[in-house]
């Protein structure tokens, strides 16, 4: 597609509970990078993929978030026993290449609430 | 680690103003990106640059890689430009992530 498509747009969980979350990049782009937006603007880098190995992994609060990119299926980002302060939007953004004359294209964020 | 901060945080102008946010780093980047993000939550990437300047309508960008400080401008500023502007820069090739500022959140009135 043209565009980066996150599913679902809003997730509620209760606390302990397990979110997953989707990302479908830009086709034909071969880096993908997860971002989480806790509070307004506050942005933190998690992770980053290059097709489907890890690039660079070092924002992953790695005991309970864990990421894929798959050939041929979207990425996506899981949270095990969600906690309330895993509550934020999170972000999906694609570029053709990992290269800083690359743009990014952003997706429009899932909304997770854990309550 | 960057240090990536945006000035002012908050700004109100009135239509037709010319709008200048300001971005400085401390860590020497690859390149530098401004973001917008809009009153619904979507981003939208704005420029990347890594030098010089660049122009998109009436938006500007400039970059001074000695002094590690990016400025956006905004030119004859319209209500649909009210967002929040977040400055983001890379260190390595790119995949290793953007680090990102607060954001500047503009709001232009009528």
């Known amino acids: 597609g043209e565009e980066v498509a996150q599913t679902p747009k809003h997730l509620v969980r209760g606390e302990g509970q397990k979110a997953k979350l989707y990302c479908a990049p830009i086709k034909g782009h071969s880096y993908v990078f997860w971002y989480q937006q806790v509070l307004k603007n506050e942005f933190k880098f998690l992770i980053s993929?290059?097709?489907?190995?890890?690039?660079?992994e070092t924002g992953m609060p790695k005991e309970r978030f864990s990421a894929k990119c798959l050939p041929n299926s979207p990425c996506s980002l899981e949270i095990q026993a969600t906690k309330l302060e895993d509550s934020a939007v999170y972000f999906c953004?694609?570029?053709?290449?990992?290269?800083?004359?690359?743009?990014?294209?952003f997706g429009n964020g899932t909304r997770l609430t854990v309550t | 680690k960057n240090e990536v901060e945006q000035s002012p945080q908050n700004l109100t102008a009135q239509e037709g103003e010319f709008i200048t946010i300001n971005c400085s780093y401390s860590v020497g980047i690859s390149a530098l990106h401004w973001l917008q993000q809009h009153p619904g939550g979507g981003i939208v990437s704005l420029f990347m640059l890594s030098s010089g300047k660049k122009k998109h309508g009436r938006l500007i960008a400039t970059i001074n890689i000695q002094e590690k400080h990016s400025s956006l401008h905004i030119t004859a500023s319209h209500p649909r430009d009210s967002a929040v502007y977040i400055c983001a820069v890379e260190e390595g090739g790119g995949a290793d992530g953007l680090t990102f500022g607060k954001g500047t959140h503009l709001i232009i009135q009528p």
């Open positions: 953004a694609s570029s053709h290449s990992g290269r800083f004359n690359s743009p990014l294209h």
């Open positions: 993929f290059q097709n489907e190995n890890v690039f660079d």
